[in-house]
């Protein structure tokens, strides 16, 4: 797992988007990591959270746990989290968790936006 921190593509270089990339599963195993990660980039009240789901084919519900909590602490900071590059089995998982909603989701590099699986 990785933290970037970049500027949006925007004017504004007040508040860069911060990045954390995932290249593993998100299970029990990688838990605590994700949280640290998450944790360090929300620390700077980035405007944005992106977590970077292109090479992530999996998550549990706890990490889908963690990233609800990610997701309500960007909120309360006036910020944004979203998910990009969320893989075909990802959005599965979301859609049958209810969550496909609630996470501002975005395509990864040109790939056309995700359809909701409903």
Do not use: Y
Not at 4 to 24: G, K, M
Request: overall charge negative; some cysteine.
């Amino acid at each position: 797992m990785t933290l970037l921190t970049e500027r949006p593509a925007s004017s504004d270089t007040t508040s860069p988007d911060a990045v954390v990339i995932v290249d593993t599963e998100l299970d029990i195993a990688t838990l605590p990591q994700l949280r640290e990660r998450l944790e360090l980039a929300l620390s700077t009240s980035p405007a944005r959270l992106v977590v970077d789901l292109t090479d992530c084919v999996f998550l549990d519900a706890q990490a889908m746990n963690v990233l609800l909590d990610a997701h309500r602490q960007a909120w309360r900071q006036g910020g944004l989290l979203t998910l990009r590059g969320c893989s075909p089995q990802c959005l599965r998982l979301l859609a049958l968790a209810g969550l496909v909603g609630v996470f501002d989701l975005e395509p990864a590099g040109d790939l056309p936006a995700p359809r909701s699986a409903a």
